[in-house]
T-cell receptor, first 115, second 109 residues
Framework: IAGITQAPTSQILAAGRRMTLRCTQD?????MYWYRQDLGLGLRLIHY???????GKGEVPDGYSVSRANTDDFPLTLASAVPSQTSVYFC??????????????FGEGSRLTVL | GQNIDQPTEMTATEGAIVQINCTYQ??????LFWYQQHAGEAPTFLSY??LDGLEEKGRFSSFLSRSKGYSYLLLKELQMKDSASYLC??????????WGAGTKLIIKP
């Protein structure tokens, strides 16, 4: 049973470098999400995708981009990392999109440190 | 603006009952979620309320009052494994989740 797989689990990155966090789900869920979690703050939505081929901006999209070429994969890219992007990143999915009344399934998280 | 308030930290004794409160202000309302998150792990779904009242699921219950913008999570017969953060989230009119910062629950023997 895989569910949602994120990679890498942890990464230290120099400022200015490009980084892609990978997310793959095997539940055939339509909707996928990227959140960041910082101490003392709630989960904040970066980008989302309600179905393959579509993406949308969340609460904190600046400095991040996503793509959704197929149902299973939803990579998050930091084009030029900055120290304020140091965080724990969670990918999540659900089996419905804008009419989401169901639960989110989360990956185990990717801890990113930008120096 | 949109806001979710919940206590930062609570302490309770093994075997006891604890109530974690959450107040919310969101643009529209499409339901209130509770998630559990153990340290260093991913959040996992506990409950969803969209109508007023109490939903019971084993040792955990969740209550919602839409008129008061208020919810609570009730944990009974506390076990050491219940030590975790509990996240409250409200779904707004755009079906986006607005998350609280979480309540860290510490269980003492």
């Amino acid at each position: 049973i895989a569910g949602i797989t994120q990679a890498p689990t942890s990464q230290i990155l120099a400022a200015g470098r490009r980084m892609t966090l990978r997310c793959t789900q095997d539940m055939r869920h339509n909707a996928m999400y990227w959140y960041r979690q910082d101490l003392g703050l709630g989960l904040r939505l970066i980008h989302y995708s309600n179905t393959a081929g579509t993406t949308g901006k969340g609460e904190v999209p600046d400095g991040y981009s996503v793509s959704r070429a197929n149902t299973d994969d939803f990579p998050l890219t930091l084009a030029s990392a900055v120290p304020s992007q140091t965080s724990v990143y969670f990918c999540a999915s659900s089996d419905s999109g804008t009419s989401n009344t169901g639960e989110l399934f989360f990956g185990e998280g990717s801890r990113l440190t930008v120096l | 603006g949109q806001n979710i308030d919940q206590p930062t930290e609570m302490t309770a004794t093994e075997g006891a009952i604890v109530q974690i409160n959450c107040t919310y202000q969101t643009s529209g309302f499409n339901g209130l979620f509770w998630y559990q998150q153990h340290a260093g792990e991913a959040p996992t779904f506990l409950s969803y309320n969209v109508l007023d009242g109490l939903e019971e699921k084993g040792r955990f219950s969740s209550f919602l009052s839409r008129s008061k913008g208020y919810s609570y999570l009730l944990l009974k017969e506390l076990q050491m494994k219940d030590s975790a953060s509990y996240l409250c989230a409200s779904m707004d009119s755009n079906y986006q989740l607005i998350w609280g910062a979480g309540t860290k629950l510490i269980i003492k023997p």
